[in-house]
């Protein structure tokens, strides 16, 4: 007697978005579990909004024309540092390097801005880029941790800006007539250069991020890099890359910001590092990777400048004070973060 099977009908296909936002396989989340995933995106957009709109209400000045534009190119120049710093830290690691290399870019720039508009930018592009190549090959060939890379990068590259201006008693300057100061002087409707540039990017990075390969392989690499490994994934080349994109990428926003300051100032960049990191960790990208937006690192970086604008506008209190509101804002985020994480776990 012969038996007739029946294939099993295929399993219809998830959406695109459900797919994109979950391994296959596991369940849809309930109501609890989305709520603690959009806030955990969102969060910071929402406090920036309750911010911007009290001081609004506060103080007459705050919400101007003039003092948007001055809040928005002050960020510009760490919101490009924090998008290289975004892809790094959603691969589980870290770059410290970031703001010595960010003052050694402007250094650069302003020395070779005397050769023209290229020279200028492709200075700091050439040596602050071979510094994070640097760190990747080190992080992803040596096995070495990157803490330590960073840490002795961080050096080098603020040893090096002292050699280049002989201790920082040199100071290189801009012409105040050329292209490249017009680079960071320059506006479109008001607003300046650096700001375009710094959307810009997050165009770029929020599309590669979502929309490629390569962003997934981010995702999957922080998620699990032996995980990855066993999947096939290039864990190395990827490392590599996104160390190498946030040297170019802090090396970018020194040029700029020298363009803007017609000059190279020495003394910038320190502690800036910290700052990056903050405005990721703020915008929701988790410090153990796997997870995280260059949108809310967009939003981060904006809410710690608009609290920097509000500690000037109250003028009896001084800048020191953006560190402690933005330890505390760290603090919260980050105890947020982990309740977020075992909501979404309990769910």
Do not use: C, H
């Given at each position: 007697?012969?038996?007739?099977?029946t294939?099993?009908?295929a399993p219809?296909?998830p959406?695109?978005e459900?797919s994109?936002s979950?391994p296959?396989?596991?369940?849809?989340p309930?109501g609890?579990r989305?709520?603690?995933e959009?806030?955990?995106?969102?969060?910071?957009?929402a406090?920036l909004l309750t911010?911007?709109?009290?001081a609004s209400?506060v103080?007459p000045?705050?919400?101007?024309?003039?003092?948007?534009?001055?809040?928005?190119?002050q960020a510009?120049f760490?919101a490009?540092?924090?998008?290289?710093?975004?892809?790094?830290?959603i691969t589980?690691g870290?770059?410290?390097?970031v703001?010595?290399?960010?003052a050694l870019g402007?250094?650069?720039a302003?020395?070779a801005s005397?050769?023209g508009?290229?020279?200028?930018l492709l200075?700091p592009?050439l040596?602050c880029?071979?510094?994070?190549l640097?760190n990747?090959?080190?992080?992803?060939?040596?096995?070495l941790?990157p803490?330590i890379?960073?840490?002795?990068?961080?050096?080098?590259?603020?040893?090096?800006l002292?050699?280049?201006?002989?201790?920082g008693?040199?100071t290189?300057?801009?012409?105040?007539?050329s292209?490249?100061?017009?680079?960071?002087q320059?506006?479109?409707?008001?607003?300046?250069?650096?700001i375009l540039?710094?959307l810009?990017?997050?165009?770029?990075g929020?599309?590669?991020?979502?929309r490629?390969s390569?962003g997934?392989?981010l995702f999957?690499v922080?998620g699990?890099?032996?995980?990855a490994?066993?999947?096939?994934?290039p864990?190395?080349?990827?490392?590599?890359?996104v160390?190498t994109?946030?040297?170019?990428?802090a090396?970018l926003?020194?040029?700029?910001n020298a363009?803007r300051?017609?000059?190279?100032?020495?003394i910038?960049?320190v502690?800036?590092e910290?700052?990056?990191?903050s405005a990721v960790v703020?915008?929701?990208?988790?410090?153990?990777?796997?997870a995280?937006?260059?949108s809310?690192?967009?939003?981060g970086v904006?809410l710690?400048?608009?609290?920097q604008?509000?500690i000037?506008q109250?003028g009896s209190?001084?800048s020191s004070?953006?560190s402690v509101v933005?330890g505390g804002?760290l603090?919260?985020?980050?105890?947020?973060q982990r309740y977020?994480?075992r909501?979404r776990r309990?769910t």
């Open positions: 007697m012969n038996e007739t099977t294939a099993p009908a219809a296909s959406p695109p459900a994109a979950r296959a396989g596991e369940p849809a309930g609890r989305r709520a603690a959009l806030l955990q995106r969102q969060g910071v957009l406090v911010v911007v709109i009290i209400f103080y000045t705050f919400a101007t024309l003039d003092n948007a534009r001055g809040v928005t190119v510009s760490l490009v540092v924090a998008l290289g710093m975004t892809l790094v830290i589980g870290i770059d410290l390097s703001g010595s290399v960010f402007g250094v650069l302003a020395w005397q050769w508009f290229l020279a200028a200075a592009l040596v880029g071979a510094i994070g640097l990747g090959f080190l992080i992803a060939r040596g096995n941790a803490f890379v960073t840490l002795a990068t961080l050096l080098g590259a603020r040893g090096l002292l050699s280049i201006t002989d201790e008693a040199t290189y300057l801009v012409p105040k007539d292209a490249f100061a017009e680079l960071g320059g506006s479109v409707w008001g607003f300046g250069y650096p540039i710094a810009a990017l997050f165009g770029i929020g599309t590669v991020l979502q490629t390569f997934q392989t999957a922080g699990s890099a032996d995980a490994t066993l999947m096939g994934l864990v190395a080349r990827t490392k590599l890359l160390y994109l946030s040297g170019l990428l090396g926003a020194g040029a700029l363009a300051l017609t000059s190279g100032v020495t910038v960049g502690g800036m910290l700052d990056a990191i703020i915008g929701g990208t988790l410090l153990i990777g796997g995280g937006s260059v809310g690192t967009l939003w904006l710690l400048a608009v609290i604008n509000l000037n109250i209190l001084n004070y953006q933005s804002f603090i919260v985020v980050v105890v947020a977020l994480a909501s309990s």
